[in-house]
Each structure stands twice: as structure tokens, then as C-alpha cells.
């Protein structure tokens, strides 16, 4: 592995560990509903992490980034239509 991949690698992997302090720290801070909104941000954060390093989107052909953002697109939307469901129930 080259130093520079190596280096890389350990600032994503301390980014996702910060991301997960906040996400662990959110859990005891009342915020109403904007806990949610918190949460959501950082885990497509850490989603977006994962993506552009570990999968190396950042550096592949544009029909596999737009098969990235399809099935990322697709996610969003079932969690976004799951989430409508939850709500619009009594």
C-alpha cells in the first residue's frame, strides 16, 4: 500500500469515528425532532465517506459513479417513502 493511500485511509477512518461520537453524543442531547434531521445528515455523510474512498468512486469511469448514484438515489428514495408511511400513520 502507497503512504499516501495509507494516510487516506486513517483520515477517513478518524472522519467516520468523529461522525460516530456525534452520533453517539446526539443520542443524549434533546434536540425534538431535529435529532432525526441531525442523525439522517450524519449518516449520509458517513455514507458519502464510504462511497468516494472504499469504493473508489473518486477515481472511476462515470457509468460506474452513475450506477453509484442510481442505487444511492434508490436508497434515499425507499427511506424517504418508509418515513412518509411512519408519519402519515395515527
Given at each position: ?12 477512518w ?14 443524549y ?19 458519502l ?42
Amino acid at each position: 500500500m502507497k503512504p499516501a493511500a495509507f494516510r487516506t485511509y486513517l483520515w477517513t477512518w478518524l472522519a467516520l469515528l468523529a461522525l460516530l461520537a456525534l452520533t453517539f453524543g446526539s443520542a443524549y442531547v434533546h434536540m425534538g425532532t431535529f435529532n432525526l434531521v441531525v442523525n439522517l445528515a450524519i449518516a449520509v455523510l458517513k455514507t458519502l465517506l464510504v462511497m468516494i474512498v472504499f469504493m473508489d468512486l473518486a477515481r472511476s469511469t462515470s457509468l460506474v459513479r452513475l450506477a453509484a448514484a442510481a442505487g444511492f438515489f434508490w436508497l434515499a428514495l425507499l427511506a424517504g417513502l418508509s418515513l412518509t408511511d411512519f408519519l402519515t400513520r395515527s
